[in-house]
């Protein structure tokens, strides 16, 4: 298996921009994880999905931030516009199972380093 | 407030050396607990988690950690550190009964002298 893909893996853009993160889960996985990675704040889960339906958002920082999950292979997470503070790492992590247990292991992508100037 | 806190940032051990890393909690029940090891420019691995049981669990890549109850920790170990461990480690936590949500420590960077 190919594991998480996330696309593109760098991104660098000009403040007031759209960005545009993309996410392929592993196959017949069905919950779904975006987190954002900074030195000052760490590991922050933003929001997730189970069978394509969002279950808490409650992580988005604000407006500005929006995910989707369209289908069971695909999910993107987009910035618009774009601000400097938003620069991050941004991973996104699936499993195949529901509930607290989807955690027992999640399996991360590479991230996308987003860097707003 | 519900916090997990890793109070080294950064710890340096020769190769060879054991290790410790810390982590702590702050919750009001035992919350299921994980180990999560980065390699640069890389995503997540989990090392090792423990839900209920025999508090001394085992990972991989010869790592083990213990939970105690006690002192609201799960501190990670591993006898003879290899060059290769050299990364960033995470604990996290799902608490019991509630949210789905998986917090992290800020992480600690582990460095392995030659």
């Known amino acids: 298996d190919a594991g998480v893909i996330q696309s593109p893996r760098h991104e660098v853009t000009e403040m007031g921009q759209e960005v545009t993160l993309r996410c392929k889960p592993i196959s017949g996985h069905n919950s779904l994880f975006w987190y954002r990675q900074t030195m000052m704040r760490g590991l922050e889960l933003l929001i997730y999905f189970n069978n394509n339906v969002p279950i808490d958002d409650s992580g988005m920082p604000e407006d500005r931030f929006s995910a989707k999950m369209p289908n069971a292979s695909f999910s993107t997470l987009k910035i618009q516009p774009s601000e400097p503070r938003d620069s991050a790492v941004y991973f996104c992590?699936?499993?195949?199972?529901?509930?607290?247990?989807?955690?027992?292991?999640?399996?991360f992508g590479s991230g996308t380093q987003l860097s707003v100037l | 407030a519900q916090s997990v806190t890793q109070p080294d940032i950064h710890i340096t051990v020769s190769e060879g050396a054991s290790l410790e890393l810390r982590c702590n909690y702050s919750?009001?029940?035992?919350?299921?607990l994980f180990w999560y090891v980065q390699s640069p420019g890389q995503g997540l691995q989990l090392l090792l988690k423990?839900?209920?049981?025999?508090?001394l669990v085992q990972g991989i890549k010869g790592f083990e950690a213990e939970f105690k109850r006690s002192q609201s920790s799960f501190n990670l170990r591993k006898p003879s550190v290899h060059w290769s461990d050299a990364a960033e480690y995470f604990c996290a936590v799902v608490l019991q009964g509630g949210s789905e949500k998986l917090v992290f420590g800020k992480g600690t960077k582990l460095t392995v002298n030659p």
């Open positions: 919750y009001g029940a035992t919350p299921y």
């Open positions: 992590a699936s499993n195949k199972i529901q509930g607290v247990r989807a955690n027992e292991k999640l399996f």
């Open positions: 423990y839900f209920s049981g025999d508090t």
